[in-house]
């Protein structure tokens, strides 16, 4: 959720954004309308559109900031991690994490919130996916360096395959109304994957 700004001063673009994060996390499938949204902040319709021109930026500036939050976490753990097995299972257990944590961003990574939306919020997300799946593909082939051996199958695939598991874990969330985390049973699922990715 978009921290809230803790100065004197409201920043009122971050009560906007806070608070359209907290009503996404109702109902999945629910659409949020600018009356409600500002409702909710407790200013007018026209207020709203004084600091985002459209409810899509208002979507935009979430995206915005669940990208930098995730990649800048990424960042970090591939600088604390050197293995390349742990450094992934890291990576996927954050993402997991954030997920879980983030029920109403969630709906926005998979796509429930945006129905209806303008299309190209739908394409933000699939940049951000598509970043991601590169950062876990470039992971994956740093490998011989963490201990000197390679995959025997691409490590495209292999990242496409951990990408599909990470969605299908946030789609479940979203399709559960929230009930089925993410998080549950990924130790048990992380093991199944290490056998499998050290004998690929």
């Known amino acids: 959720m978009v921290v809230k700004n803790t100065k004197n001063k409201v920043n009122r673009k971050d009560d906007i954004l806070s608070a359209l994060a907290i009503m996404l996390e109702g109902k999945p499938g629910q659409r949020i309308t600018t009356a409600k949204l500002a409702a909710e902040v407790g200013v007018s319709e026209a207020a709203l559109y004084r600091h985002f021109p459209s409810k899509a930026r208002m979507f935009e500036g979430l995206i915005d900031f669940t990208e930098t939050t995730i990649f800048s976490h990424i960042n970090v753990i591939k600088e604390q991690q050197k293995d390349t097995f742990v450094r992934i ?10 997920s879980e944590q983030n029920p109403g961003i969630t709906r926005i990574l998979s796509g429930d919130a945006l129905v209806g939306e303008n299309e190209r919020l739908q394409l933000r997300i699939e940049h951000v996916f598509s970043k991601l799946e590169t950062q876990i593909k470039q992971t994956l082939r740093e490998r011989p360096i963490s201990d000197g051996q390679k995959f025997e199958m691409d490590e495209g695939i292999l990242a496409n395959l951990l990408l599909a598991y990470i969605e299908g874990r946030m789609a479940q969330f979203v399709r559960s109304q929230f009930k089925q985390k993410p998080t549950l049973h990924f130790k048990s699922q992380w093991i199944f994957f290490y056998k499998q990715l050290t004998q690929s």
């Open 89 to 98: 299972e890291h990576i996927v257990h954050f993402l997991l994490g954030f």
